[in-house]
């Protein structure tokens, strides 16, 4: 679950820094990610070959 929401966040933040969303957002949100949410993004992400097909 913490690898899809940090696939998910678009900034970096701490750790998790992203090359494709450098900046960090002005207000910090706390995000909200189901079980069910982490399962269903972890499998279109398995039957996608790149990330760019995950929209990513």
């Not at 998790?16 to 069910?36: C, E, G, K, M, Q």
Request: proline share 2%; charged share 25%; hydrophobic share 40%.
């Amino acid at each position: 679950m913490i690898a899809i929401a940090a696939l998910l966040r678009q900034e970096s933040r701490g750790a998790h820094y992203r090359t494709d969303f450098p900046d960090r957002a002005i207000v910090a949100r706390r995000s909200r990610l189901t079980l069910n949410e982490a399962l269903t993004t972890a499998g279109e992400l398995a039957c996608s070959s790149t990330l760019e097909e995950f929209g990513q």
